[in-house]
């Protein structure tokens, strides 16, 4: 998971939209797929009935959350909430959820209890840590797909 480069968000507060894809940077970051085949999922939660705001909370609502469980789950890795930083493995990747120095919820990646990767172009960080979830992979999660029921009979 550590050996994919490093992908910089494209949308910012304030283009036209109101909200950036930190989050999806951080996910293609961790996935090690191309920023534009991750879904921009706050804007899609938002499409879905999500309120639409730039304030202090980390979450506005739970659509956004289940498309990103949903992506992760397919790649075979689950958010597991820690309570601190200092609760991930050593060489774990984190996201972590906070506000910025620009004032707006912000999301980056951590590891080894440091900064590892702001997706933001100022490389700022973030302020304050609202939400840590380690990404680890998912239990039980083979890859294998289940054998179509005429090749199971036959």
Known sequence: MTDHPKIDQTIFVGDGRRLGNCVA??????TGDPLDRVP???????AYGDTDT???????GNNWWAMMLGYLAAKGLWPVELEQLTDADAHELVLVAGISP????????????RLWHD???SRAGVLDLREVLAVRPLPGFDHAPTAPAEAARG
Do not use: L, M, N
């Open 119 to 121: 997706p933001h172009p």
């Open 40 to 46: 921009h999922f706050i804007e899609f939660g938002i």
């Open 25 to 30: 940077a951080c996910i293609a970051t961790i």
């Open 54 to 60: 730039t304030d202090a909370d980390v979450s506005s």
């Open 102 to 113: 620009r004032g707006v919820v912000h999301q980056v990646i951590y590891r080894g209890g």
